[in-house]
């Protein structure tokens, strides 16, 4: 049997929709895997029941099919689904790191990014990779149609999960068609912002390029308490605050010892719109 720990993931950090992403340091899913004749999988965890166990409906068990690799696979869920964490991207790399290596495929990590996508598919409709891309390589990594780019960093993070539920379905059909080419230009310019601030390990240059008008607004707007979460981040010295992944978690950058403080007045002002929250104080990693 192997095991296999993949981290959790926040896509997006604003102005990088579906390119971006960053490993964190905690929660993790933790996958076992044995061969077997066919496929079967058991999830135990945070939100398990609301997991499919049939393969043809799991992230992981598209994983299996595509590297042709069956097994009796058991994932212990510590990212809870549907909180924008990349739950389904944990268990997918975590999959493909087990049964590339269980059934000796010798695929690299970079190699193992667009199979452990496949299983993205099932989930929000489009095989995007800013999730598990991070979850298999750590860091920050940038996900284009020609490949993945990755560097280590280790800036400071606040993700603080409300008990809401959007899934990734509802967040892409909200995002625009279209966009006004100076929202692009600005957005551009943030995102590079950003990427120069992962590579020097500049918090305050990360929170700075997460600005983005195009997509992030939208998004916001279905998530109960956002403006007042994001402003009691920024009062306690967060550098920048934008939504995780595809929503509801909501992401705090910032210095390490602004991190506990961060977490409280996040913590808090959920609680004062009347939802229940849970924070994870973090580093990329
Ligand atoms: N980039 C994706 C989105 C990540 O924001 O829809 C969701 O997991």
Known sequence: MLTVRAPATSANLGSGFDVFGVALG????????????????????????????????????????????????????????SSGLGSSAASAAAAAVALNELYGRGLTREELVPIAAEGEALVSGEAHADNVAPSLLGGFTVVTDGGVTQVDTSIPLVACLPEI??????????????????????????????????????????????????????????????????????????????????????????????????????????DAAGIESRAYQTTVG
């Open 26 to 81: 905690a929660p993790a899913d933790v996958v076992r895997v044995e061969r077997a004749p066919e496929t079967t999988i058991s999830i135990t965890g945070a939100g398990s029941q609301y997991i499919p166990e049939d393969p043809k409906k799991n992230t992981v068990g598209a994983v299996a099919e595509a590297l042709d690799a069956p097994a009796r696979i058991r994932i212990d869920k510590g990212v809870r689904p």
């Open 165 to 270: 539920t959007v899934s990734t379905r509802d967040a892409r059909a909200v995002v625009p068609e279209h966009a006004r080419m100076d929202n692009v230009v600005d957005t551009v310019g943030n995102a590079a912002t950003l990427a120069v601030g992962m590579a020097r390990n500049d918090p305050e240059l990360v929170g700075k390029g997460m600005a983005d008008e195009i997509v992030t607004p939208e998004r916001t707007a279905l998530i109960d308490g956002y403006a007042q979460v994001r402003d009691a981040a920024l009062e306690a010295g967060a550098t920048g605050v934008t939504v995780s992944g595809a929503g509801p978690g909501v992401l705090a950058v910032c210095h390490h010892a602004d991190r506990r403080a961060i977490a409280a007045a996040m913590l808090d002002a959920f």
